[in-house]
């Protein structure tokens, strides 16, 4: 017994049946699924977590700033705009000159200028870690 398929008209996509005809989420969700199991694993790559990556999502997780004195590269680099040579280039910077005092400092380095700083503003804070990380000096 096949008849709990007659939602789906031959050949419709399933999208556009939900707008024409208002199926509600969940019984889209149920035909979708239907849809990806006939469908020979093409449907792999739109795995739940890919889909959740949306610019919006994204944006709520950049909520967690990161510290420019204590993030490691790979931390560095989830900041969007940071390339990896600019996060190894932040961190040496660190070693070198110590801890920043503001987040405005990373304009001292060659590859940051203030109009890329203010495209990363909202996503770093500069907080020193407690003067323990800088050794031996106050």
């Known amino acids: 017994g096949s008849s709990h398929r007659t939602t789906t008209p031959a050949g419709g996509k399933v999208e556009d049946l939900a707008l024409v005809s208002g199926v509600g989420a969940a019984k889209l969700e149920q035909v979708k699924f239907e849809i990806c199991v006939s469908s020979k694993g093409s449907s792999a790559q739109h795995s739940p977590s890919s889909l959740r990556k949306d610019p919006a999502s994204e944006h709520h997780l950049s909520a967690t700033k990161i510290n420019i004195n204590t993030a490691t590269p790979a931390q560095l680099m989830s900041i969007r705009g940071i390339t990896e040579k600019i996060a190894n280039s932040i961190v040496d910077y660190r070693k070198e000159h110590g801890p920043f005092k503001s987040i405005e400092d990373l304009v001292r380095m060659n590859c940051i200028n203030s109009s890329f700083l203010d495209k990363?503003?909202?996503?770093?804070?500069?907080?020193?870690?407690?003067?323990?990380?800088?050794?031996?000096?106050?």
């Not at 990363?120 to 106050?138: K, L, M, V, Y």
């Open 120 to 138: 990363i503003r909202h996503q770093i804070f500069a907080e020193s870690a407690g003067g323990r990380a800088s050794a031996g000096q106050d």
